[in-house]
């Protein structure tokens, strides 16, 4: 599976942004799909997840309430809307794919994903 993020741009402070990511290759197997971000000198985080089916999503504090997380399986593309952008927010996004046999959200540990996109830069100014 070959995943492409991208929508990622700059935006003030309290705007909305919207995330694609597109999955191409072997689509025909089960993943579960997750966003991660990352800044300069920190660690990649987890953002927000969504099980194959889209029935289930999970999301990290810090997002909660701002960000929700949806996919298309007919256009193999899990979409990250992100509202009320802050600029702590500011960061490289990424999604991964977790190859899962069966229909729960993924995993935040990052090292149990199986594929990555190449990333998204999302710039929030005060």
């Known amino acids: 599976v070959q995943l492409q993020a991208s929508g990622g741009g700059l935006v003030q402070a309290g705007g909305s942004l919207r995330l694609s990511c597109a999955a191409s290759?072997?689509?025909?197997?089960?993943?579960?799909v997750g966003w991660f971000r990352q800044t300069p000198g920190k660690e990649r985080e987890f953002v927000a997840g969504?099980?194959?089916?889209?029935?289930?999503?999970y999301y990290a504090d810090s997002v909660k309430g701002r960000f929700t997380i949806t996919r298309d399986n007919a256009k193999n593309t899990v979409f990250l809307q992100m509202n009320s952008l802050k600029p702590e927010d500011t960061a490289v996004y990424y999604c991964?794919?977790?190859?899962?046999?069966?229909?729960?959200?993924?995993?935040?540990?990052?090292?149990?994903?199986?594929?990555w996109g190449q990333g998204t830069q999302v710039t929030v100014s005060s």
């Open positions: 969504i099980s194959w089916s889209g029935g289930s999503n």
């Open positions: 290759g072997r689509t025909n197997r089960r993943y579960a």
């Open positions: 991964a794919a977790q190859i899962l046999n069966i229909d729960i959200v993924p995993n935040n540990d990052r090292y149990r994903y199986n594929y």
